[in-house]
């Protein structure tokens, strides 16, 4: 199992709780929340998550929640209500791999602005298109997706099935 599954497991069974409940009916996907709450947040290390509740950047990580859930609840309705995301269908999408794909072609990504990619991965005219960002935001994202779905294979979050997804949590192990 990779570093990167074990951090994802390892935010899940201390965040797990707070995003199910802010999940539930939302359509948004449990494994899309994951994957962007750590890839974001650095695994819920960043500043922005241990001091002010915030997994997603949300207001460049200066928004401040007074819990985690709430975090999880304002990135829900953000899906759900901002018009970026609403025309793109992101919370209509049929899979996880199709509500990353209408993530990033909303322009949520904007490979020019990503202060960690190293100059070594700029395209050959040194600046990304709209489409090259929205396909390099979905190719990272996959591949964390590909590799929770295995341990977690966890979909929308419903009424009918939070317990269940809640108790896969608490029994996956980490290595």
């Not at 999940?23 to 962007?36: A, E």
């Not at 950047?57 to 975090?71: E, H, M, Q, R, V």
């Not at 209500?81 to 990353?100: E, F, K, L, R």
């Amino acid at each position: 199992m990779s570093a990167a599954v074990n951090r994802m497991l390892s935010f899940a069974k201390v965040y797990g709780s707070d995003m199910i409940k802010a999940l539930d009916g939302s359509g948004v996907y449990f494994p899309v929340m994951l994957v962007q709450a750590c890839n974001e947040s650095g695994y819920g290390t960043s500043y922005a998550a241990t001091h002010r509740n915030n997994f997603f950047g949300i207001a460049g990580g200066k928004a401040k929640f007074a819990t985690p859930y709430d975090c999880f609840a304002y990135y829900v309705k953000l899906l759900n209500t901002y018009p970026t995301y609403v025309s793109a269908g992101v919370t209509s999408a049929n899979s996880p791999y199709s509500q990353i794909a209408d993530i990033a072609n909303s322009g949520y990504y904007d490979a020019n602005t990503d202060e960690n990619l190293p100059p070594s991965q700029l395209p050959p005219n040194k600046t990304w298109t709209a489409a090259q960002s929205a396909k390099r935001y979905y190719n990272i994202n996959k591949i964390f997706l590909d590799e929770i779905l295995l341990k977690l294979p966890i979909g929308l979050i419903n009424s009918q099935n939070a317990a269940t997804a809640s108790n896969l949590i608490a029994s996956t192990q980490t290595s």
